[in-house]
């Protein structure tokens, strides 16, 4: 089992910027999990924002973040971050940790889940 609880979401103006923080415990490493970010705002549904492997090595981001949005972990601390640049409105959401056993997700199929943080970048 892993546990995980995120942290860092706020109010934000557009082009401001914010770091979300995932804090995984439980009775195993979280160097065994790839890990995930993925937001679900009002009326849609949930789409992963960013994922990285393992190790770090490989990371993913979709089309709507690439260039303003960084996944970063360190298994050491059993921490993962997210930092959000150049926000803008419509990354206003939910944003949810999540962990997958072994390889990384480009979708949402992991298998543990944090309960979430609200984001609300205003215009």
């Known amino acids: 089992q892993v546990q995980l609880v995120e942290s860092g979401g706020g109010l934000v103006q557009a082009g401001g910027s914010l770091r979300l923080s995932c804090a995984a415990s439980g009775r195993t490493f979280i160097s065994s999990y790839a890990m995930g970010w993925l937001r679900q705002a009002p009326g849609k549904e949930r789409k992963l924002v960013s994922a990285i492997s393992r190790n770090g090595g490989n990371t993913f981001y979709a089309d709507s973040v690439k260039g303003r949005f960084t996944i970063s972990r360190d298994n050491a601390k059993n921490m993962v971050y997210l930092q959000m640049n150049s926000l803008k409105p419509e990354d206003t959401a939910v944003y949810y940790c999540?962990?997958?056993?072994?390889?990384?997700?480009?979708?949402?199929?992991?298998?543990?889940w944090g309960q979430g943080t609200q984001v609300t970048v205003s215009s």
């Open positions: 999540a962990a997958r056993y072994s390889t990384m997700s480009t979708t949402d199929d992991y298998d543990y």
